[in-house]
């Protein structure tokens, strides 16, 4: 797979990159269980790993292959668009999370990447480091102007408004996308009208569908929307969000 090089990024932020010695040693040992095929104890490690540092595109990556190699599909898929969250301009995790949706079985047909994705490639950590620093700037050029008339810097000011305002909306969208997502881990799964297995059966979903999260408040059950519209309850125990 050859990585999708994005052209003209103003900045690159390597917030990731920053691991404990114990981190990297864990990783090191997942990797070496990844490649002699033992999937099962890569997995335990890489799941460890994730629980400790959960801004890490790179484990969320190396989860994804490692459930796709289990043939745990819905897994494989949740872990992908974890990844693409970090890494929206890694072209492998794009591209093994459009392999992945073209595995599943449901006839919800491929999803293709969403508006937001496509033209503004940048992780919510990213955003939010660059949205703290229009801040700074503005509310600093702000303060200056209070004292003294200077052309330039209300040029400067007005920018970084410009820019704060068109990166602060898509970025509170993908957040909101973010939180709210989950994906379907069993075969053929029932989705009720309501709480319940004596509820109405409204339709079934396959492993790997994607949907987003309504309501997640009960023991249970959470209540999920499909791309589609179609609303419904599932058992928590057939989803992963």
């Known amino acids: 797979?050859?990585?999708?090089?994005?052209?003209?990024?103003?900045?690159?932020?390597?917030?990731?990159?920053?691991?404990?010695?114990?981190?990297?040693?864990?990783?090191?040992?997942?990797?070496?269980?990844?490649?002699?095929?033992k999937y099962d104890k890569a997995m335990a490690i890489y799941q460890m790993v994730a629980e400790k540092s959960s801004y890490s595109g790179k484990i969320y990556f190396n989860l994804g292959n490692t459930y796709y190699r289990l043939g745990d599909l819905g897994k494989a898929i949740y872990y992908y668009r974890k990844a693409f969250e970090l890494r929206p301009r890694d072209g492998d995790?794009?591209?093994?999370?459009?392999?992945?949706?073209k595995k599943r079985p449901d006839n919800l047909g491929e999803r293709d990447l969403s508006i937001i994705d496509k033209f503004f490639p940048f992780?919510?950590?990213?955003?939010?480091?660059?949205?703290?620093?229009?801040?700074?700037?503005?509310?600093?050029?702000?303060?200056?102007?209070?004292?003294?008339?200077?052309?330039?810097?209300?040029?400067?000011?007005?920018?970084?408004?410009?820019?704060?305002?068109?990166?602060?909306?898509?970025?509170?969208?993908?957040?909101?996308?973010?939180?709210?997502?989950?994906?379907?881990?069993?075969?053929t799964v029932k989705i009720y009208s309501s709480i319940g297995r004596d509820s109405v059966v409204l339709f079934t979903l396959e492993e790997g569908a994607e949907f987003t999260l309504l309501d997640k408040t009960k023991s249970d059950w959470a209540q999920i929307r499909l791309a589609d519209g179609k609303k419904g309850w599932v058992s928590k125990n057939d989803i992963i969000f």
Not at 93 to 101: G, I, K, P, Q, S
Not at 141 to 169: A, D, G, T, Y
């Open 123 to 187: 992780s919510n950590n990213e955003v939010l480091i660059l949205v703290t620093c229009l801040s700074f700037l503005f509310w600093t050029s702000v303060i200056i102007l209070l004292f003294k008339e200077l052309n330039w810097l209300k040029n400067i000011r007005n920018v970084s408004l410009l820019v704060l305002l068109l990166f602060s909306i898509p970025c509170s969208l993908r957040i909101m996308q973010g939180k709210n997502f989950g994906v379907i881990t069993k075969n």
């Open 1 to 37: 797979m050859k990585a999708i090089v994005f052209v003209g990024v103003l900045f690159h932020l390597f917030i990731n990159s920053f691991a404990s010695g114990d981190e990297i040693q864990n990783v090191s040992k997942a990797n070496i269980f990844y490649e002699q095929g």
């Open 93 to 101: 995790v794009e591209y093994n999370l459009m392999h992945a949706r």
